[in-house]
C-alpha cells in the first residue's frame, strides 16, 4: 500500500477523493491543516441560505432577495385592511338549498378534483420535520431548528415530554394515581384502592386492543394516521425519512380517487402503510383498520378546514378516541386572513369564515382560540398553539402575499 505519511500539496479535491475511499486510513495519517482544510471544503458545499424557519426580514429593502420569510408581523393598519375585505366577501347569498347541496356533493367534489389533478397539484410536504419532528422521534437532532425572530430555538409550550422520548405503558404507569389525601392530609386507603383499581382496568383493556392481531400495523411500535391525506404528499415523505422499522403509517381520505392514486404510486408498501377511504365526519368509522387507543400520531393537516364548522368538535372527539394515552395531534391550516381567504369574491361565502372554492370544495379559516376549543373540547393538552405568518414573494412580478397559518399539538393524557 502506498504511504500517506506525508501528503503536503496534495490538492483538497485529491484529498476529498482519498477521503471517501478510505475514510479511516486517511483521516488518522492527516496533518491537522489538512483535516481543516478538508473539512472547510466540505462545509463549503453544504451550507445554504435559511431554510424555512429561519428567514426573517429586518430590512425591507431586501424583501425580493428571498422567495419567503418567516414570522412577519403585523401592523394595524394591515390588519384593519383584512377585516374590511372580509366584511365584503363574508356577506352570506347562497340559499340553504345550495349550502345542503354542497355539503351532500363534497365527495364527489374531491373525486373531480383529484381526478382532474391527480398526484400534480400539491408537493410533497418535505417541511414536515421542521415543524414536526415528532414524526421521526428518533431522528430529531437532525432536523431544521425552527427560531424565533430573536435566533432562539421555537420552544414548545406546555411541554412535558421532549421530542423523541416515547411514552411507554410503564410511563403511562407511572402516572397513575397512587394515593388521595383527604381534608386532614392523611391519606384515604379505601380511595386510593378504587383508583388504582379504576386505573388497572383502563390500562388492561388499552393492552387488550393493542394486542389485537387482527388489524395492520399491530406489532408496530409506532402508528401514525394521517387524515386527508390526498395523494400522498405527506405520507410518502414520512415514510421515506422515517427510516425505523417498528413504523406503521395509516392515511385516509374522503375520496376514493385519491386512495387509488396512493395505492399505485411506486412507493406505497402495504407492509408499512394503510390507505383507505373514511369520511372522518361520522360517527363510527367502519373502514378504520385500527381500533381505539392504539394511535401515536394523529397528522391533520389542511384538512379540518374542508369540514362544515358544525361538525368539527365531533370529528376531533373521535381522532382523539383513537390517540394511544400520550398520543398527539398534529394541526395545520388556514388561519384567519390569509390571503386565500381576501381572494374570495362576494357571494362564495357559506357562512362565518366558511367559503366555496369554485370548483365547489370548501375552506374554514381557523383562530388559534378556535383551535383550543375544538382540541381541549375532546379532552386534550395544550403542547403548542401559534400563528405562523409567513410573506411570499414573487421575485419575478415583484408581489407580496401574506400566508396566515395556525400551526398546534395537543396531547392525550396519560391514564
Excluded at 391519606?187 to 393493542?210: F, R, V, Y
Excluded at 387482527?214 to 409506532?222: A, E, I, L, R
Excluded at 417498528?246 to 387509488?260: K, M, N, P, R
Aim: hydrophobic share 35%; charged share 25%.
Amino acid at each position: 500500500m502506498k504511504c500517506f505519511s506525508t501528503m503536503r500539496g496534495v490538492s483538497t479535491s485529491t484529498l476529498l477523493r482519498l477521503f471517501s475511499c478510505k475514510e479511516s486510513q486517511i483521516l488518522n495519517l492527516l496533518s491537522w491543516s489538512q483535516k481543516l482544510r478538508l473539512y472547510s471544503s466540505q462545509k463549503k458545499k453544504t451550507q445554504r441560505p435559511p431554510g424555512i424557519g429561519g428567514r426573517f426580514l429586518k430590512d425591507w429593502t431586501q424583501v425580493f432577495s428571498q422567495n419567503n420569510w418567516d414570522n412577519v408581523e403585523w401592523d394595524a393598519a394591515q390588519e384593519e385592511a383584512a377585516q374590511a375585505k372580509v366584511t365584503i366577501n363574508s356577506e352570506v347569498t347562497l340559499t340553504q338549498e345550495d349550502i345542503d347541496k354542497l355539503e351532500e356533493e363534497a365527495a364527489n367534489k374531491w373525486d373531480v378534483f383529484y381526478g382532474i389533478h391527480q398526484n400534480r397539484f400539491f408537493k410533497d410536504r418535505h417541511w414536515l420535520f421542521t415543524e414536526f419532528p415528532e414524526l421521526a422521534p428518533h431522528l430529531a437532532h437532525t432536523f431544521t431548528v425552527k427560531l424565533n425572530k430573536d435566533g432562539t430555538p421555537q420552544n414548545e409550550e406546555n411541554s412535558e415530554i421532549k421530542v423523541g422520548e416515547e411514552i411507554s405503558m410503564d410511563d403511562v404507569n407511572a402516572t397513575k394515581p397512587t394515593e388521595i389525601i383527604n381534608a386532614e392530609g392523611s391519606k384515604n386507603q379505601n380511595e386510593s384502592e378504587k383508583e388504582d383499581i379504576t386505573a388497572t382496568d383502563k390500562l388492561n383493556e388499552l393492552t387488550e386492543s393493542q394486542n389485537n392481531e387482527d388489524y395492520p400495523g399491530y406489532s408496530s411500535k409506532f402508528r401514525i394516521l394521517e387524515i386527508g391525506c390526498g395523494v400522498g404528499n405527506t405520507v410518502f415523505p414520512i415514510l421515506e425519512t422515517n427510516n425505523d422499522p417498528g413504523l406503521f403509517v395509516y392515511c385516509c381520505d374522503f375520496s376514493s380517487t385519491a386512495i387509488d392514486i396512493v395505492k399505485e404510486t411506486k412507493d406505497y408498501n402495504a407492509k408499512r402503510c394503510r390507505a383507505f377511504v373514511c369520511d372522518i365526519t361520522l360517527s363510527e368509522w367502519a373502514e378504520a383498520p385500527f381500533p381505539e387507543n392504539s394511535l401515536d400520531i394523529i397528522i391533520c393537516i389542511f384538512v379540518l378546514s374542508a369540514l362544515d364548522p358544525a361538525k368539527l368538535q365531533s370529528t376531533v372527539n373521535k381522532l382523539a378516541s383513537y390517540l394511544r394515552p400520550g398520543g398527539m395531534i398534529l394541526f395545520r391550516d388556514y388561519g384567519r386572513y390569509d390571503l386565500a381567504q381576501l381572494r374570495f369574491k362576494k357571494g362564495r361565502c357559506l357562512g362565518e369564515h366558511f367559503y366555496a372554492r369554485g370548483d365547489g370544495t370548501r375552506c374554514y379559516f381557523f383562530t388559534q382560540d378556535d383551535v383550543d376549543k375544538l382540541m381541549t373540547g375532546a379532552g386534550l393538552e395544550k403542547v403548542q398553539n401559534l400563528v405562523d405568518r409567513r410573506l411570499q414573494v414573487n421575485r419575478g412580478k415583484q408581489l407580496t402575499m401574506y400566508r396566515v397559518w395556525v400551526q398546534a399539538k395537543y396531547r392525550k393524557p396519560a391514564v
